[in-house]
Structures are given as C-alpha cells and as structure tokens.
C-alpha cells in the first residue's frame, strides 16, 4: 500500500503570498495518478489538480501542480481570502484503490 | 455537469447495518463511469471505501475487511451503499462521488452519519 505524506501539516500566511504545498509518496508512481483536492468547512472535496498538473475545469491559473516520482507539490501563486482550506493529495494505484494524504491545513496568519 | 446527492438515516445502531443511496443526474449513471463512495470521520482527513462501475463490478478497500457492499441500479440513476457491524469508528460523512481515470471530478454534498446507541 503507497502512503502519502503531506507537509506541513499547517501552513499560516497572508493574504497575497504564495504557497507552497508537499505530498511525498512511500512509492514511485506515474504522475499521471496523482491529484490534489481543497475541502471548506462543511463542504465536500473539490478537484484542482489531476495527472500531477493539469487544472481542473474552472479552477484559476494562480493553482498548479508540479513532480514526479515521490515528491509532488501544489503551488498558489498569490493567496486569495477564499483559498484558505484544507488541500488534500490522492493517488490512484498500484491495486484498485485511491489513497489520499492526510491534508495540509492552510490557514490566514 | 453531474450532480450527486447521498442520503439514508443519520444514526444507525453499533453492530447494525449502514445503507446510504446516492442519486445521480439523469444520463450520468449509463455512461462507462466508475463511482466511488468515500468517508471522512470528524476533524479527520479522506478515507476511500469503494468504487463500482456502472455495469456492477466493484473494488473494495482491503482495510474495511468485505465489510462493503456497492450496488448501483440505472433504472433508478442511484448508488447504494452498506456497510455491515459498524462500531464508532464508522462514524463519518460519507460522499458518494464521480471518478474518471484517476481522480474524483464531482462529489456529492455529503451525509454525516453517527453510530451510536
């Protein structure tokens, strides 16, 4: 079973910087299996990212995804108010199975 | 776009059975998708429980231990969920949700269901 690790665990910053967000996995895989989500509170998931960096439908240009391998991170460019939330990572593999990391809190500082 | 929406009763006795449906969109469900449901304790992260097709084949977590049954019905547009003896632990909301190779693109709104006596 691959684990997904996510760093930090929270991150606090402002408004109108970039962030930085980590998912490393306990296995090589394609990058093509590995997509990120943000959660509000009392919402459900939404995609952002999938095959590493591909936006998904409607999702701003500031988001993107970047790796390969076992390390892949996800990058705001510039905060916006409504991008605090908690960003979870997936992957999909080697058996039938999507494993999600265990979030990265990001919270306004 | 495709909507999801999960329901069934929000307590269920420990050691009983929990039984979700999820309602697809018409035209969603007859199409070669696969659909997953996933659950999320409170204050806790993502959990996948299990994917089924709409033809009925199905992928389970090994960690629910043949706990999970998916059936999905097309006459009906819905999904459906049980799963057997839950203790606390199943506490969660649980989302039904839309996968499409290798991610989940639309998720249900999420219904919280409480194990409890």
């Known amino acids: 079973e691959i684990v997904l690790t996510q760093s930090p665990g929270t991150l606090s910053l402002s408004p109108g910087e970039g962030a930085t967000l980590s998912c490393r996995t306990s296995?090589?895989?394609?990058?093509?299996?590995l997509a990120w989500y943000q959660q509000k509170p009392g919402q459900a998931p939404r995609l952002l990212i999938y095959a590493a960096s591909s936006r998904a439908t409607g999702i701003p240009d500031r988001f993107s995804g970047s790796g390969s391998a076992t390390d892949f991170t996800l990058t705001i460019s510039s905060l916006e108010p409504e991008d605090f939330a908690v960003y979870y990572c997936?992957?999909?593999?080697?058996?039938?199975?999507?494993?999600f990391g265990q979030g990265t809190k990001l919270e306004i500082k | 776009q495709v909507q999801l929406r999960e329901s069934g009763p929000g307590l269920v006795m420990p050691s009983g059975t929990l039984s979700l449906t999820c309602a697809v969109s018409v035209d969603s469900i007859n199409r070669d998708n696969w659909w997953t449901w996933v659950r999320q304790p409170p204050g806790k992260g993502l959990e996948w429980i299990g994917e089924?097709?709409?033809?009925?084949?199905?992928n389970y977590n090994p960690s629910l231990k043949s706990r999970a049954t998916m059936s999905v019905d097309t006459s009906m547009n819905q999904l459906s969920l049980k799963l057997t003896s839950v203790t606390a632990a199943d506490t969660a909301v649980y989302y039904c949700?839309?996968?499409?190779?290798?991610?989940?693109?639309?998720w249900g709104q999420g219904t919280l269901v409480t194990v409890s006596s």
């Open positions: 949700a839309r996968a499409t190779p290798y991610k989940l693109d639309y």
């Open positions: 296995q090589a895989l394609s990058s093509t299996y």
């Open positions: 089924i097709h709409q033809s009925g084949n199905t």
């Open positions: 997936q992957q999909y593999g080697p058996s039938p199975m999507y494993t």
